[in-house]
């Protein structure tokens, strides 16, 4: 952890966004180094999760945290070759937000539970079954990896509206 940094988020329009990333092959000290620089740039950001490509690094990896609450201590999850193994029918309809898209909202439709499976950087097979939040993340974080923007999920423009400014 000690050469943590972060990197720069690629912003929409370019064009590695919409790029199909590769599977990791071997966890490797190029990928653990990868893994604490994403985990260090989304909490910076401040989001809950990243995409690989979204650092310019065109590999099937996403890091995330969806603990909401201010206090909570950070729950980091690295998942390498992500999959969706099943979904439920019923489906959520919210806002959502993208790293690489500073100035919009989204309301998007996602499933509302999903069941997935990822390798962890101890190289182990582990099974997820998510809901609500953390499925919405699941979802639009893996969709980065084949290239899909949340954007390209979005029905109607009057879904889209601008990122509310604090400051
Ligand atoms: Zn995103």
Partial sequence: MEHM?????LIH??????????PVREID???????DD????MYEAPGIGLAAPQVAEM?????????????AAPR????????????????QFGPEGCLSFPEIFANVERWYEVDAEY???EGHMVQVHARGLL????????DHLDGVLFLDRVASHRDVYPRKRYR
């Avoid at 994403?38 to 740039?41: F, G, P």
């Avoid at 999850?77 to 979904?87: A, D, E, Y």
């Fill in 38 to 41: 994403m985990l260090q740039t």
């Fill in 119 to 121: 390798m962890n950087l």
């Fill in 135 to 142: 499925a919405r993340a699941i979802q639009h974080e893996l």
């Fill in 5 to 9: 940094t972060t990197r720069p988020i």
């Fill in 59 to 71: 590999c099937r990896m996403l890091v995330m945290d969806c603990v909401k609450e201010d206090d």
């Fill in 76 to 91: 980091p999850m690295v998942l390498i070759n992500p999959r969706i193994t099943g979904h439920s029918d019923e489906v």
């Fill in 13 to 22: 329009p370019d064009p590695r966004l919409k790029t199909v990333a590769d």
């Fill in 29 to 35: 000290d190029d990928i653990r180094r990868l893994a």
